[in-house]
Every structure is written in C-alpha cells, then in structure tokens.
C-alpha cells in the first residue's frame, strides 16, 4: 500500500474509533423536569428546570414547567411570577395561564383569579375542574349566580363531578331555591350514596320544601353513612315531631378539585341570601391540575453528539503520526 494511503487509513480508523459523546442540551433537562415532576418529585424538577434556563434563559417550556411545580410545592406568589414572564413571552400559553390563575386562587385573590380563568377559557374551554374552580372563587366573592353558571359548565364537560353537584346544590339551597338544589343533590346520590354531608344537604333541600319525612330519611342515611355526624343528629331532633324547625350550619363551601381549564366568562350576581347548611368541605388543594406539573409535552428525543474534544484529537494525531512513521521506516532500503 502506497505510504500516504496508509496515513490516511490510519487516520480515518482513529475517527471511527472515537466514541460520539451525547450532548446535554436545555430540551433534555426539561424533558428530566417533567419526568420528575409526574412521578412527584418536585425538588428535583425544579433543579431540572433550573439547568434547562440556565441554558436558554427565554426557554418557555421549562419556566411553565417550573411555575406549574412551584404550584404544587405551595410557592404560590413564585407561579404568578414566573408565569406572568412566560406570558411576556408567549401570551397563548395555556399552561401559563393556568399556572397564574390558580396561584392566585390558592393565594385568595379571588378577583384576580376570576379574571385569570376568563382569560384562560378564551383559548381552553375543555376542563371541567378550572370550571369548579372558577365557581369556588365566585361563592368565595358572594357571587352565587356566575358561580352557577361556572358549575353548570363544569357538569356539562364532567357530568360525574360530584364536587360540582354538590356546591351548585348548596348555591340554590342560599338562593332559596329548593327545587332546583334538591336536583343537583339527586344528582349528587346517582353518583354516590355513600357520602354523609350529601345525603344531609339533600335533606336540607327536602325541609325547605317541606318534605319531612323524606328529609328525615336523608338524614338517617347520613347517620347510617356516620353515626356521630352532629349536625345531621341535629336536623333530625330538629324535624321530629313538628317538621318546623331546622338546623342548617355554615355556608357554601366549595371543595378540592385539580386545575384544569374552561372558556366562558360569567356574569354578574346578585348578593347572595345566606344560609346554613352542615357541610364544611375544605377548599381545592393542588392539578392541577397542574393541573397535575404542566401538561406533559411528550417530545422525541434525538441523540445529539459533540465535536471531537482537543484531547481526542491530540491523541488521534499523535497516532497518527506514530503509524506515519513506522511506514516510512519500514519502506526504507
């Protein structure tokens, strides 16, 4: 073999032997952050999302993903923020906008949070649990009318949302109207029977119309459900007999549902009657709703490579040369 094409073999198989060495880029790091953020652990999705900004500063993706789990580890203020940056960059995030108004639902600015879903729902109208939200935040401002209608939408996408049922009920039970709640309640026990506080607000719905008897039954079924359920104890003591006079406790109370999305604003109401009922249902925890950490963005990965580092070359070249002059030597007269 002629000496330079043996130089040139030999360089060509030192290339071919030097490993490819898989880059780590800011798409990697946040497809980490969301892998973690799934299975729960939002520590280490945060620092995954970390690495991918720090990366590329502007990266969208990873800040949603980061606001989303700052939601779920209850740094509520730190989601607004974050997500309020995304929105500077694109402002047709769903995410984004999700992220933002369910921090500041969880921080208890209501209004803000109302005018937050209305803007989320312009561009995602297919959640039922952002709905539920939205109708929380109305009940929370006294607003019993929009907060009806936010339910209806959300048992209109999910018509097995028992918390949505439930808190639609207990709005028409404030409003007096006790026909239409004792139907959200019906609705309430296709679902399940076996919840105490239902079975004691349909009860409620049934005195309001002066159904005693049946309201009495509602509310053993609550006391068969628990026993030592006091105030459906008390509604009972309170019926028998006369079937006049009525204990209800508390007021509207919206429960937990996870984040999601809707469309439609709602509209003004009319302030709302008090009432009493016996349910004290806490308040939505996190989805979500992050909705669930933001919604999964399934990408295929590619497996990128880096240039031969300069130690790789060095070496190459040194054997390269080695062989060189091995070939020489050994063509010499």
């Known amino acids: 073999m002629h000496t330079r094409s043996k130089v040139v073999f030999f360089f060509i198989l030192i290339l071919m032997l030097v490993p490819a060495v898989q880059a780590e880029d800011a798409l990697e790091w946040y497809m980490m952050g969301q892998n973690a953020a799934t299975v729960g652990n939002y520590a280490d999705a945060v620092m995954y999302y970390d690495k991918a900004l720090a990366l590329d500063n502007n990266y969208a993706l990873a800040m949603t993903g980061k606001a989303v789990t700052f939601n779920k580890l209850g740094r509520y203020t730190e989601a607004v923020n974050l997500s309020d940056k995304v929105l500077m960059i694109t402002s047709f995030s769903t995410d984004a906008l999700n992220a ?12 803000d949070a109302v005018v937050a879903y209305t803007r989320l729902f312009t561009l995602d109208p297919s959640h039922a649990d952002a709905y539920y939200n939205q109708g929380y ?10 907060a009806i209608i936010a339910f209806d939408r959300s048992t209109t996408l999910d018509p097995n949302n028992l918390d949505a049922w439930n808190q639609k009920g207990l709005a028409l039970l404030a409003q007096g109207k006790n026909e239409d709640a004792l139907t959200a ?5 296709r679902i399940t029977i076996k919840n105490e506080e239902i079975w004691n607000n349909k009860g409620e719905a049934l005195v309001g119309l002066g159904r005693y008897a049946e309201a009495t039954e509602c ?4 006391l068969g459900i628990n026993p030592l359920y006091a105030d459906a104890l008390q509604n009972k003591q309170a019926i028998l007999g006369k079937g006049q006079v009525y204990i209800i406790t508390g007021s509207p109370t919206p429960t937990g549902a996870s984040i999601r999305f809707s469309t439609t604003p709602a509209t003004p109401p009319p302030t709302p009657v008090p009432v009493i009922t016996t349910v004290e249902l806490t308040p939505p925890s996190t989805t979500v709703a992050v909705s669930e950490p933001a919604t999964e963005v399934t990408i295929t990965k590619k497996p990128t490579y880096t240039p031969l580092s300069p130690f790789a070359s060095m070496t190459a070249l ?8 091995l070939v020489l030597r050994r063509e010499k007269p």
């Open 219 to 222: 509310f053993n079924k609550a």
């Open 100 to 111: 933002r108004a369910y921090g500041l639902f969880k921080l208890k600015r209501y209004d």
């Open 318 to 325: 040194i054997f390269v040369g080695f062989g060189a002059v």
């Open 137 to 146: 935040a109305y009940v929370q401002l006294k607003k019993l009318d929009p």
């Open 185 to 189: 309640f019906n609705q309430c026990t």
